[in-house]
């Protein structure tokens, strides 16, 4: 009876906080000034993917932020979504800021969260980012700015588990990964599309979201007879990139430009120039160190 009784009162009140491991409390005041009481800011990773849109993340990946991040993703600690949704509305606003881009038609934020890997949904029980996105959504409307998440993205097979890889292997791992969910195309035109993620270490996936909402966006174009998916001038970062067999380099990845029947050219340092943005709760501190505004 005594464990019984333990049980359900620890699914009303939290055990222990998320990034300290304090008692009943869902994230302490230390660990939620970690987590959102900075500005967000601008974020790169070293190298850079191709077609990375501009990603501004509200905390580093370390200490506390961390831990919050795992409990919530890993060990099932739902009610810290409603802290990391504040902490990426934060970031939301701070990328929209940066990118200044006119909403289609006055419509809405959209937040279309990079899907985490079906495998992984089924083993966790939920989809963090998701869960995160509706939290930040929500908050943003609090605060006046009209938001809704738009699950427009999904996998179309199956990826090898990111841990332990290096960023060119992440970049193989998903290329051509993701594809916008039939019907979403239309959607995507309804505002101003922000990226979201929980966490940004080499930005692949970030990169591949990307790739997946412009060529969409180009597949529907106003040139191609069909309704735009995004306003406005809209240029395609396809961000392709190809190894040389058999060759080991240690400088950047190397750009594929040239230009397959009827498409655009690659572009890289996408910036926002299509009034696309990425926001994420945490980056890898390395990330935070570049400044090349």
Not at 61 to 86: Q, W
Not at 118 to 147: T, W
Request: aromatic share 4%; proline share 8%; hydrophobic share 40%.
């Amino acid at each position: 009876m005594r464990d019984w009784w333990q049980d359900l009162t620890d699914l009303v009140l939290p055990a222990e906080c998320g990034g300290c491991g304090r008692a009943r409390t869902v994230l302490c005041a230390r660990c939620r000034t970690a987590l959102s009481g900075a500005v967000p800011r601008r974020v790169r990773p070293v190298p850079e993917p191709a077609g990375l849109p501009s990603v501004h993340a509200a905390a580093r990946y370390a200490d506390e932020v961390r831990a919050t991040l795992l409990a919530h993703k890993e060990r099932g600690a739902l009610a810290l979504s409603g802290p990391l949704g504040e902490a990426l509305a934060g970031a939301v606003r701070a990328g929209l800021a940066a990118v200044r881009a006119p909403c289609a038609g006055g419509g809405p934020v959209l937040l279309v969260p990079v899907p985490s890997a079906r495998r992984a949904v089924r083993a966790r029980g939920h989809d963090p980012a998701r869960r995160i996105a509706y939290a930040a959504a929500g908050e943003l409307r609090r605060a006046g700015v009209p938001a809704r998440v738009l699950p427009a993205l999904r996998q179309r097979r199956d990826v090898a588990d990111q841990s332990g890889l290096g960023s060119r292997q992440r970049l193989a791992n998903l290329a051509g990964a993701l594809t916008v969910v039939p019907g979403c195309g239309r959607l995507l035109s309804a505002g101003r599309v922000v990226l979201v993620d929980d966490l940004m270490t080499t930005g692949a996936s970030l990169a591949e979201a990307a790739r997946a909402v412009r060529a969409r966006s180009w597949a529907v174009s106003p040139d191609r007879g069909a309704e735009s998916s995004i306003s406005g001038p809209a240029l395609v970062y396809w961000g392709e990139t190809r190894e040389r067999r058999g060759e080991q380099r240690s400088g950047p990845v190397q750009q594929w430009t040239g230009r397959r029947p009827g498409r655009p050219p690659v572009t890289a340092g996408a910036g926002g120039a299509d009034g696309m943005c990425a926001a994420v709760v945490a980056a890898s501190p390395d990330a935070f160190e570049i400044n090349r505004n």
